[in-house]
């Protein structure tokens, strides 16, 4: 606002308004007004940003950042070499080899449902869709081609391995953002209007990456499209370790120590974590020293190479030690 006008607002606003009665309402519009002025709050967010506090927070924050920025591309790096596929339906495989047209009079048509084809799509009756959401595990099997054999455990556990790491990769970052909020304690209003900047300045890289659970969907689409219901499921980690669960059960040789040993859930990566105090074997630090460490369970001997997801071939390792023990494997 032009300060000649400003002046002149000051001074005639209580007499345009009704004398004396009136201007204590006047001030406090102008109050409001000046508050809510994008311009007084960039020289809020400027002077807060230049402030010698906010500079000397920055300096004691920069190795928390570097290391948060380290796990921010090991993110990506899990996420880049993970795997998330499982099995597929077979209906509508070869639905992209036909056109469909609704040729019905406009005002008989009813497609507002219209059936979906994908690979992790099951077109079904309504009783089966119905069926899939009191009994998840046992229709994913059926439908879509999860058998119940080695090959198969090996995949889901596959999966399994890669979609906890994810989570608790990205849990891990975005605790530690938390932390850093927290020591900054930067100004509410910083956070809700100038968020980008302030990460930018603290010189935080933000992690755009989710997990990617795969989701299976049973879908019923009446005839004339009147109608639809779905049942999506989700493979998180709860998910996923039931359907091992299950496929152990079901699997003969799952009977016997081995295939009970092959079994790798959340349950006994926590367990090992707690065996092996919340520490890494290999450079020693802990949970305790470093309380946002993000801890990984690795396999000794490797699966692709006979190794089992039993307590004397598992270990606790920090992901640094865990990525460069990956990146030698790699290599060898």
């Known amino acids: 606002m032009p300060k000649p006008l400003f002046i002149a607002l000051l001074i005639a606003g209580p007499i345009a308004l009704g004398g004396a009665t009136n201007t204590l309402g006047f001030f406090f519009a102008l109050a409001l007004i000046l508050i809510a002025n994008p311009i007084i709050w960039r020289v809020r967010k400027n002077r807060y940003f230049n402030s010698p506090h906010f500079q000397e927070l920055r300096r004691q924050v920069m190795s928390i950042v570097a290391e948060h920025n380290d796990v921010v591309s090991y993110v990506a790096e899990i996420r880049s070499h993970g795997s998330f596929e499982l099995g597929s339906s077979p209906t509508g495989r070869h639905a992209h080899l036909a056109t469909f047209e609704n040729t019905s009079a406009w005002n008989n048509r009813r497609d507002r449902n219209v059936a979906e084809h994908a690979p992790h799509v099951h ?42 790491r994810l989570e608790e990769a990205v849990r891990n970052v975005q605790s530690r953002e938390a932390g850093i909020v927290a020591m900054i304690k930067p100004p509410t209003y910083v956070l809700r209007r100038y968020a980008a900047e302030f990460w930018s300045l603290m010189g935080v890289e933000l992690s755009p990456i989710e997990v990617p659970y795969p989701h299976y969907k049973f879908q019923y689409t009446s005839a004339g499209g009147n109608s639809g219901q779905a049942a999506d499921i989700r493979l998180d980690t709860p998910t996923l370790d039931a359907l091992s669960e299950t496929l152990v059960e079901k699997i003969r040789w799952a009977k016997s120590a ?40 690795d ?3 490797p699966v692709s190479k006979g190794g089992l997801s039993e307590p004397d071939n598992l270990q606790t390792l920090c992901w640094r030690c865990n990525r460069t023990k990956g990146a030698k494997l790699t290599h060898q």
């Open 299 to 301: 396999h000794i001997v």
């Open 123 to 164: 077109n079904a009756s309504l009783q089966v869709v119905r069926n899939a959401s009191v009994e998840p595990i046992r229709y994913l099997m059926k439908y879509f081609s999860i058998k119940a054999d080695k090959e198969t455990l090996a995949d889901v556990q596959r999966v399994a391995q890669d979609v906890s």
């Open 258 to 297: 081995a295939g009970q040993r092959a079994l790798m859930t959340a349950r006994l990566r926590g367990w090992i974590k707690d065996r092996d105090n919340n520490s890494c074997l290999k450079c020693g630090i802990s949970v305790a020293a470093e309380p946002h460490l993000l801890l990984e369970v």
